[in-house]
Structure formats: C-alpha cells, structure tokens
C-alpha cells in the first residue's frame, strides 16, 4: 500500500480526542475507501472508541503511547516532554519516516508547529514555513496564508508564501494556474509597507507558475478576487478571527430577527430549507484545517474544539495533498525561482 | 453661537461632493436643530444644491474656494497644492481658528490626514494620530484604532491610542470607565510581540481611567468583549475590511438563499420586517466616519462612497465629540500618564 494512502492522526489531540477523531477518520473513510491509517495513542482509549466502527478499525493500525501533548503546553515544553514519544511526536515522524503521507492533529498549534519544524525540517530554499488556511468566498474557496505562523514576514518569505500558497491552489482546487494576490491597505504613499511593495515588485519580474495579481485588500478576500492570498501572520490570523467572529454576529442578528414577531417566525418556518443551505454555506467545520507549509511533510492542524464533521475535512484535506505530491512540488517550484529570481537578494 | 455647536464641511470632497454633503448635512439638522455648519467649496455649487434645503441654508456660512483634492491625489501632492486654499484645507483650518468645532471631509484619507496634521498638529505628549472607527458588535458597539494611520505601532504608541480610544468611548457612549483591550493572536511563546507585550504591561502598571482587560483576539472584537480595541494601523484596516466584507458575502448568501425556491419567497416576504430590520441593523452607513485621534482638533473621514445617511452619520459623531470635548479629555489624560507612566520608558 503506497503510503500517501496513509494518514497519521494524533488520537489523543483536541478538546476531545478519540471522541472526535474517531469518528472524523470514520466519516473521512467512507468518503474515501481507499484510505488507511495510522492511530497514535492510549492503545484502550482507542480500541475502545473503534467499537463503533469495525470497518475503520479495519483499515487502521494503532500505534500505543502514553505520552500526550496538554492543549496549553508551551511549545518549547512540549518539544522537552513530547519528543520521540508522544502521539503529536510519533504521528509527525510517520510522515518523515515515510509511513503516512500526512499528519493531522487536533493538538496545540505552537506544540505542533515546533515539532513538525523539528522533525521534518524545513524544505531547501524556505526561510519559514507558514500556515494556510482555506477561506469560504462568495464564488467558492481561497488559500490565505501566513495565518499565524509568524508575526512578520519580509519580501523573500512573502514571495515563498506566494509560491507555496500557489502550489497548495493548484492541489487542492485544481487550477492550473491560480491568482495570486498581497494583502494590504488602500492608504498611498505610506510608510513601513517596504517589505510587501518589494514583495509584489519580485513577483511581477519573472515568469510564476501563478498569476499574480498586485495588491488586495481585506474586503477581497471574501469576495473571491484571487486563489491565494498572502500576507503575515499577525494581519493573517487577525483577519480569520474578525471574519470568523463577524459570521457568528451575523447568525446572531439573523437569529433574533427571525424570532422577533410571529410573522418572521412563520416566514423561517417557511424558509427553512433556505436557513438550511445558507448554514450549510456558513459552517465553519467545512473549512477546518490549518496547512503547515514549506515543511518535508503534510501537517494539518484541526481546529481543537471541532467535531467529527470538522476533524473529517481536515483528514480529507490532508489526503488531497498528499495524493497530490504538494511538497514535491512546492519543492521543485521554489528551486526553479531560487534559481530565476534571486530570492536571496529579495530580502 | 459657541463654535463647538459648528461643524465645517468639506463640501466638494467625496465621489459625488455636495450630492451628498449637503442632503447628508440637512438630516443631521433635522436630528439636532443647534447644529451650525461652515461649507466650503465652489460657491456655485453650493447655492445650488442648498436650494432645496431652506433651513439648512439659514443655519449654514458658505467659503467659496474653487480649489478641492482629487480623490486620487497623493498627500504629498494634496498639500502642495491645496494647503491654505483647498476646502478641504480651510474646514481644517476652522477648527485650528476656533470656529468650528470639528471637520468633516469624505475627501482622501492620505490627504486629510497629512493636512490635518501640518495645520492642526499633534497634541503634546503624542507620537503619533491614529483613526478610530466605531465597529458594530453584537451587544452595541465599540471602537477600534488605528485602522490605518500607521502601519506598525511600538508600545507607547499602543498606550497611546489605549488613551485615546478610552476617552473617545467616554464621549461617544457615554461610559465612565471603558473597557480596553489590546488586539493580539493566541499563540504562545511566538517571537516579534514585544510592543504588544510591553504596552500590556504598562497598561497593567498604573491605575488607569478607564478598565485594560488584557489580551482580546478577532472575533472578540464583534462579540463586543471591550468597547475599545486597540492595534496598530496595518492588522486593524485589514481586520476592517475583513468585517465588511465579510458581511457583504453573507448577505450575498442571504439573498441567493431567500430565492432557492417557491416556499423560501414566501417565508423571505412574509419575514421582510425582520429582513428590513437585519439589513438596518448590518448598514454600514450607521457606523461611517473615522475619527482622527491625538491632533489638536477634531477631523473626521467619511467613506468617499456613502450617501447621505451616510454623511449624516460622520457628522452626528463629529457633533458629539465636538460638545464633549474629546480634545481636552484626550490632552488631559495624556499629561497625566506621562506624569505617573513615564511613556517615553514604555518604548
């Protein structure tokens, strides 16, 4: 069995661990009958939540440890503890060891990240990886990254995000040629944005496997203007979040108004199959999954409090890319512009 | 008259200037008939529009100049051209004169800020202005700065807008002691944080006029967890227009919901109360204007594209921080921090 038919799941990571991930593998599976995986964690735990389940139980293997990573270890005291043993540890290392095409955790993000840094080490040519997430748009989907890996990014790492958000576009939308855009803000003549005009001058003097399309702005994203959108890590999660939270308020205000006279409850009523679809469009559990970028492996962060419906679509997503060779190509793609483009001098 | 009761416009600014001054001004006359105002632009154009508008005729001076900012000028540009003679310049120069108590201007953000600091300067103690936009949450409303006066901010500046944002709260909502919080992103142990850090605990420090809650992330901001956000300018535009569009791709939801099917328009007609009272509710005209923080003065920036709900909006805040007296609030407050925090450490 190849490999990247094979995911690595950190059993024990997230609020709720094997109550979730479990069934999230189960559901992923029945998408997807061809996948297997590998099952860090308490060995009973695991065996016990996979009662349920005798056909995914099938198709995985469980791999015992004791050792589990607590959601608010710091990661420098998570790489002490967790190292060689824990199932954050032993999930990642399947991937290095080529055993499993991906990770997914469910785990603290800044314990994930160091380990996954650590153990897979950065690809040749990447001064940092970045986290990507996929944001829901008016037309379909986008790729925004850095989303909290770092906290600034200069020109350099801003055009490898660009060139591995492109390669994550074309695997995960299947888009030959996806558009890219920079974050920023509409305000002329500005100081301190040095780094992003540097950035997008270097995209603009050479020929990418991407389309990039100059500058973009926060009320961008959601409209779909571009397949990837790249800025740093503090702007980029900021925007998740605020997007994030202004759905929520949105459901809030929607809620009361619909519950504001007997009328609008009858016109909900009604409507129902109509609040149904737009919920649908609005769950956030969809689009769950954070992308570790520029590392020698797939690692994806699930959000900690999803559900199984949530922890599915970070498996699913994890075993799209790496059916679709993502870090080969991101690889090869960043040799060809090391090559091209001096990314050394765009710094 | 005491000029705290007159408001100076820049009529001629904005994509479609007195269309939408004017008509804006006349309902924020009609909701506070004390209200005075100075126009000034093209006198012609004025009289004009005014024409259908008697009372705010009477209760409005008009200043001809034929000169006004195009909305596309650089600062640089705007004020080598349109110092001491653009309309924009002289509604600037009346609050400098003391006869008027706040501008308005829906003219070009770089322009009315490079104006508004070369004519109004900053007040003492203050490194730099900010802009603060009210933000719609969903127990009320609450402020955020800088959204994008600066693109980064050290930690004394973050104590700063922290005192300026406060003071702002106490006049607009009428609280005596605000919640602050500082914008940051939950990830531990993460380099390049620093300002952040150090302004959180300076803010800590001392016994402020107004409650620091600490740390708040983006979809806090919504939630209304605190009435003042406070971030540097380049993450808060973004997190900005993150919302807004945000909004405009739900609601893009929304109606391609409502119009699935049959029953789904008959329970949209049958809730167009609730509807209507949704759209009201996620109107961005409501929260137009943003406030220039720290200048001897108040200016405030209107969307270019609003109408006049819209404008009239701008100029209700401005009239409410124009008789509270926000400057000398701000002045005062920030004496008194340097006088007990030693500001110039923080940085």
Same mark, same amino acid.
């Given at each position: 069995? +190849?490999? &990247? @038919? ?7 990571g ?11 593998? +189960?559901?992923s ?30 198709? /995985? ?15 420098? &005291? ?7 043993? /824990? ?51 008016? /037309? ?9 890996? +770092?906290v600034?990014?200069?020109?350099? &790492? ?22 890219? =855009?920079?974050? +920023?803000?509409?305000?002329?003549e ?27 702005? =926060? $009320? $961008? ?50 409507? &129902? ?15 769950n999954?954070?992308?570790?970028? =520029? ?7 699930? @959000? =900690?409090?999803? $559900? ?29 512009? @090391?090559?091209?483009?001096?990314? $050394?001098?765009?710094a």
């Amino acid at each position: 069995m +190849n490999s &990247q @038919h094979t995911i690595a799941l950190d059993v024990m990571g997230g609020d709720r661990g094997p109550e979730v991930v479990i069934p999230g593998a +189960n559901l992923s599976l029945i998408r997807q009958p061809e996948i297997r995986f590998l099952l860090f964690g308490d060995e009973k735990a695991i065996a016990r939540s996979l009662e349920r389940y005798p056909d995914l139980a099938d198709k /995985s293997e469980i791999i015992h440890t004791d050792v589990s990573i607590p959601m608010d270890a710091k990661p420098s &005291q998570a790489l002490r503890k967790g190292r060689w043993k /824990s199932g954050m540890w032993l999930a990642i290392q399947a991937v290095r060891d080529g055993k499993a095409g991906a990770a997914v955790s469910a785990g603290n993000t800044g314990a994930l990240m160091a380990m996954a840094k650590f153990c897979l080490k950065t690809l040749p040519g990447i001064e940092r990886p970045a986290i990507a997430a996929i944001w829901p748009t008016v /037309s379909s989907e986008c790729i925004v990254l850095d989303v909290g890996a +770092n906290v600034s990014a200069n020109a350099r &790492q801003l055009v490898e995000f660009a060139v591995m958000g492109a390669a994550m576009a074309h695997d995960v939308f299947g888009q030959k040629r996806p558009s890219v =855009g920079l974050l +920023n803000i509409g305000v002329e003549e500005i100081k301190g944005l040095d780094d992003i005009k540097n950035a997008s001058a270097a995209l603009r003097s050479f020929d990418t496997p991407f389309e990039y399309k100059g500058f973009v702005e =926060g $009320d $961008d994203v959601g409209q779909g203007v571009v397949d990837v959108v790249v800025t740093e890590g503090f702007a980029g999660n900021i925007a998740l979040k605020t997007a994030e939270g202004t759905a929520k308020q949105i459901g809030a205000y929607l809620r009361a108004a619909m519950n504001r006279s007997l009328l609008a409850r009858l016109g909900a009523f009604l409507a &129902q199959d109509a609040f149904r679809a737009l919920s649908d469009k609005m769950d956030p559990r969809h689009s769950n999954g954070g992308v570790f970028l =520029g590392l020698k492996g797939i690692v994806i962060k699930s @959000h =900690g409090g999803t $559900d199984a419906t949530g922890f599915a679509s970070a498996i699913d997503l994890s075993y799209d890319l790496a059916r679709e060779h993502m870090v080969e190509r991101i690889a090869d793609n960043i040799q060809k512009y @090391h090559a091209t483009l001096k990314l $050394d001098d765009v710094a």
